[in-house]
């Protein structure tokens, strides 16, 4: 399999202390990679600097076999979306218009999108169900709403990789549930490669085809969710009591966090 | 296809051939309105080459009334595309060069150099133009980092950097005792009068590659309005596209300040009117604000010049009476 991402001895830090240490890892082509850990591991800055946000201080990162230096930034853009944690946006654009933005990179000078360009957006549109929405502004949507224009958003950029951070995080769970369908709809139909940072344990476990377990900075374990996900290795690092059994769909761990009074 | 309006080259020119009318409009009326009154066929007439009759209308028109009017509609272009360009970089639908203190700052440099007794041009320019990058450094420092993005930081920054402008500006005033004095405290309300068609087109041969630049600029500012990181994704050198607008939008204001002195507000007032009828894509609006910021200054300095029985008020006087209303709703508004 081609690898889409390639970390080689990254550290990164904003200011004395490393944020990420001596990170090495691999994400392959077409996968869903989930990125899990507690508050403070590193999840977003490692997403910020695949994205290409952050700096890294030293080590190797590679996108598609190919130097991240050598990339300009509008390749870059062309080759990697991202969609953000929460997008908010101070001013009413419409949908189409917050859509069509995502042809940004495709544009010349002057940034005149032409038809093929609609159709790129309106595709997008199609595809995460917004397309009843085209005419609404920003400021008149949902959470779920706004953030699936964000994903139609990142769509219409036709990257290779689309990465995202704590999508669900305030959605409700019939909405967590649909945002990770629509991902990995997106991954089997489009050929995507999904790198994902989440706090949903038990969503990851269900849709990743390997999970990264990150804590403070270091790499804890890469895998399979049901090889990644063990009772004592998650105790440890969330420091909590939790309960680990079996997802009844399949062979997959369920995480359960106890409260003081079962203990 | 379901989108609507799918080519937005067509909505531009559109949008502009419209907007273009209506300043047409204004400027007639601009010019055939006044204590002397000239007829519209009169005025027809002598813009088409025919002498006037009447040496004295052909005066008041092609020396007092033209400059005036063109000066109103550069003038109100610019501030009003100062606004827009403001608006869209530090995200904040309030932000306007007189309300954060850019047009205070080139306001000292300008005051400065009339003071040593530069010329218009390029002295006070040039004076104007640092005094304006000055208070354009102050602001950025006071609320620099994460907080450059809260709207109140900004704001009461901005609020202080012009109360500080203003008292640096009555010290000046105070200082000055001959007639200079008039012209400096006319000017610092607002005041479109003094100008010969020479100086306009001066004043037009700086703005014109200003509003060029800006609208070669205008599709990144959509992208920077979805916020630093999410541009950088999208392909923009944020550091570069920033400091260009920043640079270009100063020195024009600055251009414009010296000229007319203070004028607050147009740039709050006519982007916001523009918002609401045309959208946020500023390919429209950085054409839009530059026809109607034009029209709304011409038909300000209008009032201006019909609304007293006797003389004039200064122009700067009837935007803040417009513009300081609308600050405020706008404020209640976005606080909610």
Redesign the interface.
């Known amino acids: 399999m081609k690898k889409a991402v390639e970390i080689e001895n990254l550290s990164f830090s904003y200011s004395d202390n490393d944020i990420l240490k001596n990170t090495c890892l691999s994400v392959y082509e077409r996968e869903f990679f989930i990125i899990i850990g507690p508050n403070g591991s590193g999840k977003t800055t490692l997403l910020k600097v695949i994205a290409g946000i952050l700096k890294a201080r030293k080590g190797r990162l590679k996108i598609f076999g190919r130097s991240f230096k050598k990339y300009t930034r509008k390749s870059l853009a062309k080759t990697i979306a991202l969609v953000p944690q929460m997008g908010m946006v101070d001013f009413p654009f419409t949908v189409s218009e917050l859509v069509l933005m995502g042809r940004f990179p495709h544009l010349n000078m002057l940034g005149f999108e032409q038809k093929k360009d609609m159709e790129i957006a309106s595709k997008a549109m199609a595809l995460t169900d917004i397309k009843h929405l085209e005419h609404r502004t920003m400021d008149q949507l949902s959470g779920g709403e706004r953030q699936r224009v964000f994903i139609a958003r990142a769509i219409c950029q036709e990257p290779r990789i689309i990465l995202l951070d704590e999508p669900t995080a305030s959605l409700d769970i019939a909405h967590q549930v649909k945002l990770m369908d629509l991902m990995e709809k997106l991954k089997e139909e489009i050929g995507f490669t999904v790198i994902m940072v989440s706090h949903d344990v038990n969503l990851a476990a269900m849709y990743a085809t390997r999970l990264l377990l990150l804590n403070s900075g270091m790499i804890e374990g890469v895998g399979k969710p049901r090889d990644i996900l063990n009772c004592e290795m998650l105790e440890k690092i969330y420091k909590c009591k939790l309960l680990v059994d079996k997802n009844p769909f399949g062979d997959l761990p369920r995480i359960t966090p106890l409260p003081l009074k079962f203990i | 296809?379901?989108?609507?309006s799918?080519?937005?080259?067509r909505r531009i020119i559109t949008i502009s051939l419209l907007l273009l009318f209506v300043l047409i409009v204004v400027m007639l009326a601009g010019v055939s309105m006044g204590s002397t009154k000239i007829g519209l066929k009169m005025l027809l007439q002598s813009l088409l080459g025919e002498k006037m009759a009447d040496t004295m209308l052909d005066t008041i028109v092609w020396q007092i009334r033209f400059p005036r009017v063109l000066l109103a509609g550069l003038v109100g272009a610019t501030l009003s595309l100062g606004g827009l360009v403001f608006q869209a970089i530090l995200?904040?639908?309030l932000a306007e060069p007189y309300i954060l203190g850019i047009s205070g700052g080139s306001a000292i440099g300008a005051i400065i150099g009339i003071l040593s007794g530069l010329s218009r041009f390029p002295g006070v320019s040039l004076t104007a133009f640092a005094g304006s990058l000055a208070t354009l450094f102050l602001l950025l420092i006071m609320s620099s980092g994460k907080s450059l993005l809260k709207k109140n930081t900004l704001l009461l920054s901005g609020v202080m950097v012009n109360a500080f402008c203003s008292a640096i500006i009555m010290f000046l005033v105070s200082m000055t005792y001959d007639a200079r004095l008039h012209n400096i405290i006319f000017w610092l309300m607002g005041d479109l009068s003094m100008c010969d068609i020479n100086q306009v087109g001066i004043l037009a041969l700086m703005l014109l590659p200003c509003f060029i630049i800006l609208f070669?600029y205008?599709?990144?500012m959509?992208?920077i309005?979805?916020?630093n990181?999410?541009a950088?994704?999208?392909?923009?050198?944020i550091r570069r596209v920033t400091a260009v607008l920043l640079i270009v939008t100063s020195f024009m204001v600055s251009a414009t300040v010296c000229y007319c002195g203070l004028l607050g507000f147009v740039g709050l007032v006519i982007p916001h009117l523009l918002?609401l009828v045309f959208?946020?894509?500023h390919?429209i609006l950085v054409p839009a604000s530059i026809l109607g910021g034009g029209s709304y200054m011409i038909i300000c300095d209008l009032l201006a010049r019909v609304l007293p029985q006797q003389g004039e008020v200064p122009v700067g006087v009837v935007t803040a009476m417009v513009g300081a209303p609308l600050f405020i709703y706008l404020l209640k508004r976005s606080k909610q």
């Open positions: 296809m379901s989108i609507r799918p080519f937005i080259l995200r904040n639908p070669c205008s599709h990144s959509n992208i309005l979805m916020g990181e999410m950088q994704t999208m392909g923009i050198n918002r959208g946020s894509d390919r």
